[in-house]
């Protein structure tokens, strides 16, 4: 096995497209411990961090850039994700411990699509857009549409996850992500990741995704709906939280039942809608 560093994301890019069993090393906090497993056989190892372009955050306008290589520890510690923002920076300080979070990549995170990981509920809920490189440019894919499925996601064998954009608006949102747990710093459960904005005691805007409910994140357009211009009562909040139990498809495994797993779901949502209100 060959273990490349480009310095640059064209250079990385052409690597991975001139050889179908090249695979990108960003953390290897996953990737590493498949190989030992020896789950995976890559002929060749991209590593990603001399590329200067996927590294750090940065605020433009209407979004925050958050570079593909940038450590789950780096978003938990960075105070210009708020607002929207805000339910990202809280799914990354609640990843596993400080071991992990100094070592792992959001893009490392979101390109390997565990169902059950922080990241992808909450870039669901800040209605966030990921950028994908290939060699003949870029594209944007919605938080909504990159999560296909257990372990896949909708990048092309051939692209590399260059940056997550997070919307800065709307103006007044805060986000929350909410994490059920057995241990401190186990996988969850489930959780839940939302975001609200409250104007004059209702509801002006809401975005809700549960993680480890199936292999994408739960989002339903009708749930977010039921919740806009609503009071956010006790009744409503019941309401939206058997809807999402009712479209949840979790596992079964040593984390819950797939009937405990959709049990929390009400409860979980109430808990966040209060801690956000
Ligand atoms: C003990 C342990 C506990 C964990 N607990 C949690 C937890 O509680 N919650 C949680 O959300 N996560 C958890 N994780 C996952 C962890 O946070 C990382 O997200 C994960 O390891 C992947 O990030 P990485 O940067 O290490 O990626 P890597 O291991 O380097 O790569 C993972 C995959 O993504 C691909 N890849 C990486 N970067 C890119 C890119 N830019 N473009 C295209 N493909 C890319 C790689 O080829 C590989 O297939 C845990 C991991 C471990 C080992």
């Not at 960003?26 to 190892?45: F, H, K, Q, R």
């Not at 909040?237 to 139990?245: F, Y």
Request: with cysteine; net charge negative.
């Amino acid at each position: 096995m060959k273990y490349i560093e480009p310095a640059s994301l064209p250079e990385a890019l052409e690597i991975l497209s001139a050889d179908d069993e090249a695979r990108c090393l960003a953390g290897g906090a996953t990737l590493v411990a498949m190989l030992n497993a020896d789950l995976v056989e890559p002929s060749t190892l991209i590593g990603l961090r001399r590329i200067d372009e996927l590294a750090g955050i940065s605020v433009s306008g209407d979004h925050i850039r958050i570079g593909a290589t940038t450590t789950h520890a780096q978003i938990a510690g960075d105070d210009r994700l708020t607002g929207n923002a805000a339910v990202v920076r809280d799914a990354a300080r609640q990843i596993a411990h400080s071991a992990i979070r100094n070592m792992g990549t959001i893009g490392g995170a979101v390109c390997h699509a565990d169902p059950n990981a922080d990241f992808p509920g909450a870039l669901v809920a800040a209605n966030a857009v990921l950028e994908a490189a290939g060699q003949s440019g870029r594209r944007q894919i919605p938080a909504d549409e990159f999560f296909l499925d257990y372990l896949e996601t909708s990048l092309e064998e051939d692209e590399i996850l260059s940056a997550v954009m997070v919307p800065v608006e709307p103006v007044g949102a805060r986000g929350r992500h909410l994490k059920f747990s057995r241990t401190h710093g186990d996988y969850a459960t489930i959780s839940i990741s939302l975001v609200l904005a409250i104007n004059s005691g209702a509801c002006s805007h809401a975005r809700v995704a549960v993680g480890s409910a199936g292999p994408a994140p739960v989002h339903l357009a009708e749930v977010d709906a039921l919740l806009t211009g609503s009071d956010l009562s006790g009744e409503t909040i019941k309401q939206a939280g058997q809807k999402l139990m009712e479209a949840a498809d979790p596992v079964d495994d040593v984390r819950g039942s797939a009937e405990y797993r959709r049990m929390i779901i009400p409860g979980l949502l109430q808990r966040a809608v209060d801690e956000l209100r």
